[in-house]
């Protein structure tokens, strides 16, 4: 299966688990810092999990979509993530991101997620 189908996959179900978070309380990208930090040390727990979780959807959802709105309306990609892209990458360049951007960390965990690789992989 392609990244394109996942992505396709899955958006629905992130779309729809958006209305249930805004009921709830939302993960920010500080509380998703702190679980990445675990992630990051090699810790396996729900903390850890979540993060990686998070980071590869983030990313595959921004992907897909950059795809389809190139292929439907020539719009260029922002977002260049290399093929050999790994989990525990997306985890550096994040906790990297987020601890040099403490302002931010209120805002919602995907806003971080995109934020941080927008900066480190953005299309030339």
């Given at each position: 299966m392609t990244k394109l189908q996942i992505g396709c996959l899955t958006l629905p179900f992130l779309l729809c688990s958006q209305n249930v978070m805004a009921e709830s309380n939302v993960t920010t990208t500080g509380e998703l810092?702190?679980?990445?930090?675990?992630?990051d040390n090699i810790q396996v727990n729900f903390g850890s999990g979540y993060c990686m979780g998070n980071i590869s959807g983030a990313l595959l959802?921004?992907?897909?979509?950059?795809?389809?709105?190139?292929?439907?309306?020539?719009?260029?990609?922002?977002l260049c993530i290399p093929e050999n892209w790994t989990i525990g990458q997306g985890i550096?360049?994040?906790?990297?991101?987020?601890?040099?951007?403490?302002?931010?960390?209120?805002?919602?965990?995907?806003?971080?997620?995109y934020a941080s690789h927008l900066d480190a992989f953005r299309c030339k």
């Amino acid at each position: 299966m392609t990244k394109l189908q996942i992505g396709c996959l899955t958006l629905p179900f992130l779309l729809c688990s958006q209305n249930v978070m805004a009921e709830s309380n939302v993960t920010t990208t500080g509380e998703l810092m702190n679980y990445c930090m675990a992630a990051d040390n090699i810790q396996v727990n729900f903390g850890s999990g979540y993060c990686m979780g998070n980071i590869s959807g983030a990313l595959l959802m921004s992907t897909s979509h950059q795809v389809y709105m190139s292929n439907e309306y020539g719009f260029k990609p922002t977002l260049c993530i290399p093929e050999n892209w790994t989990i525990g990458q997306g985890i550096k360049v994040f906790l990297k991101w987020a601890n040099n951007h403490p302002e931010r960390l209120h805002e919602p965990d995907y806003a971080g997620v995109y934020a941080s690789h927008l900066d480190a992989f953005r299309c030339k």
